[in-house]
């Protein structure tokens, strides 16, 4: 193993992890806010976002899948040192980290039951950059607000499934947004 | 590249040796080298497995306290340590020791450090062994004539 994949884990991991935790739920209450998050520093091509989440959420009780790029002996030496999570395809992970296009179609991901819709999937979706676009209503948005998302149809699906579905994190840099199945999105 | 085998024997020694020992053997090394938490000491559990006569099936025999500590020299060599019990000093000295062996300070580390720990731990072994042989009893049946 390199030794540049055990580098970049939070320094302060009990702080470090309590602000990225806050920061992670703030924007997934808020959809179309947009938080900044640091302290973790993952290998490339993962960005640092990302890589904050990942330790802030992933445990050895978390299967993780990469998709595309993402799927390579840094990352995953770089997971697996510093949070434990295991592995797996995507029909069972509980989060898929990768580029939209390679993480499409989405219907591979678990939904939830019905008596358990938490166990669901969530997707941290690697982006260019973060900005307004798309109209976004729902619970946690006063009137409405705004973010790009790279397709819309697959968004109302998702949203039609509640309480079933997946949830969206959106990662570009250190810039972290979020779109939770409650959330309506508008063309 | 660092054999192996070697590696794992001074790991094992460093997991099971107690940490007052290592301590007062540390004072012994001439200056502590700069180093970098990669992983900062933090106390979990292990389960401890086990098989009967090494051909049972196995079994969680319990958990056990385990501190592990990953760290870097300036020089780049990592180190990990992972000891029994909730000592972090502990931990942290265990890893320094680990990415020591991996460097040109070996054979300085293993004359002050290693093998006299190594000694140490083998003395207590022995006299304990010493003590459960001394009430060793053997059972013999006397000849009792019927036949």
Not at chain 1, 87 to 109: H, Q
Request: glycine fraction near 10%; charged fraction near 20%; proline fraction near 6%.
């Amino acid at each position: 193993m390199q030794a540049e994949v055990l580098q970049g884990g939070f320094a302060n991991a009990p702080i470090d992890a309590a602000v990225a935790f806050r920061a992670a739920m703030q924007v997934m209450a808020r959809p179309g806010c947009i938080e900044t998050v640091s302290g973790g520093t993952p290998p490339a091509p993962m960005s640092v976002a990302a890589g904050v989440l990942v330790l802030t959420l992933c445990d050895p009780e978390t299967p993780v899948h990469l998709a595309g790029a993402l799927d390579c002996q840094p990352v995953r030496d770089w997971i697996t040192f510093h949070t434990g999570a295991p592995f797996v395809d995507a029909d069972t992970a509980m989060f898929a980290i990768g580029c939209w296009e390679d993480l499409t179609p989405v219907t591979r991901f678990a939904i939830g039951t019905p008596e358990y819709p938490d166990r669901s999937a969530t997707l941290i979706v690697e982006c260019d950059a973060l900005g307004e676009g798309h109209r976004l209503s729902g619970p946690g948005i006063k009137d409405t607000a705004s973010l790009a998302l790279p397709e819309v149809e697959v968004f109302q699906n998702n949203a039609l499934l509640f309480p079933l579905g997946l949830d969206f994190f959106f990662c570009a840099g250190d810039q972290v947004a979020a779109l939770p199945r409650t959330t309506k999105v508008e063309g | 590249m660092v054999d192996q085998t070697a590696r794992k024997d001074w790991m094992s020694l460093l997991a099971k040796a107690p940490a007052g020992v290592l301590a007062e053997l540390w004072q012994g090394m001439e200056d502590a080298p700069e180093f970098t938490h990669l992983r900062a000491p933090e106390i979990g559990a292990a389960m401890v497995r086990g098989r009967m006569g090494g051909t049972g099936a196995p079994f969680n025999l319990g958990e056990m306290t385990v501190t592990r500590c990953s760290l870097q020299l300036g020089c780049g060599t990592v180190g990990h340590g992972y000891v029994q019990g909730r000592d972090k000093a502990h931990a942290e000295r265990a890893a320094l020791v680990d990415a020591l062996m991996q460097t040109e300070a070996a054979a300085q580390t293993d004359m002050v450090l290693l093998q006299p720990l190594r000694a140490k731990m083998a003395s207590v072994r022995t006299a304990r062994a010493a003590k459960a042989a001394a009430t060793k009893v053997d059972f013999f049946t006397m000849a009792r004539g019927e036949d």
